[in-house]
């Protein structure tokens, strides 16, 4: 009987150790992945608060650069449950493709990339995004939604209390993107919203401060969609080149 414990305790090891490997390898969806050389429509997701306004001029751009490019319109005031925003979502690019587009790139503002995120998690996105660019995006929550769901719950709506660092749904998040997945995440070191700013880095994707290429760039959270920079680094990431981190500050404008 002395040997059985020794022996119990070595196959729970092997069956933890083999449900770590499990976990470390799984990527989440291992499905086909869309064509890079062939860009579908553009669907940009507004922040916290559904604001449409402040990515209507970088659709204009790409619309300019003859992609078709729309501003979703999210349920309510854009302050309710995420996954409900990421089922809007889910419906535009359903949409879309029956349509006839054989993919799309989604841009995500703020808590926008959440959502994109969640689509991505909740809905096998990584089978039909061809791309992803996230803007200062809350990935691991940002501070001041943990102090309004802490001291000020009654004024923190459901958005607000779910992009608290630490709550459930960015906890079932919090794991690197599916293989295959082209993602830029750009953010700002003068982020006044999302605190830090390095919430928006990503496991698995192409993390880049506006800071690294442009040193001189003093943007604030609000004017990312629009900042020239923000927009060109925007353009090259949804080409039909390889996804990567610049070497150089963009031509702005």
Request: charged content about 20%; glycine content about 12%.
């Amino acid at each position: 009987m002395r040997f059985v414990w020794p022996v119990v305790g070595g196959v729970v090891a092997l069956v933890l150790l083999t449900l770590t490997a499990v976990r470390l390898l799984d990527r989440g969806d291992d499905g086909p992945r869309p064509d890079q050389a062939q860009p579908g429509p553009v669907l940009l997701v507004p922040g916290y608060g559904g604001n449409r306004t402040s990515l209507t001029r970088l659709a204009e751009r790409l619309t300019a650069e003859g992609r078709t490019a729309t501003v979703l319109t999210l349920p309510g005031d854009g302050t309710g449950h995420l996954e409900e925003q990421a089922d809007v979502l889910d419906t535009a690019v359903r949409d879309a493709l029956s349509a006839g587009a054989p993919s799309v790139d989604v841009v995500g503002y703020s808590a926008g990339g959440v959502v994109t995120r969640l689509w991505v998690d909740r809905h096998d996105g990584a089978e039909v995004a061809r791309r992803v660019v996230s803007l200062g995006s809350p990935l691991h929550g940002t501070r001041l939604a943990g102090l309004g769901a802490r001291f000020a719950r009654d004024q923190c709506p459901q958005a607000c209390q779910e992009l608290a660092p630490g709550s459930d749904l960015l906890d079932s998040i919090d794991d690197p993107l599916p293989d295959g997945l082209p993602w830029l995440s750009i953010w700002t070191e003068y982020d006044e919203t999302v605190q830090p700013p390095t919430s928006a880095r990503l496991d698995g994707a192409v993390n880049l401060s506006l800071q690294s290429v442009c040193a001189a760039a003093r943007t604030s959270h609000s004017e990312l969609p629009a900042d020239p920079y923000v927009t060109a680094l925007v353009l090259d990431a949804l080409g039909t080149g390889p996804l990567r981190a610049p070497e150089s500050c963009p031509a702005g404008g």
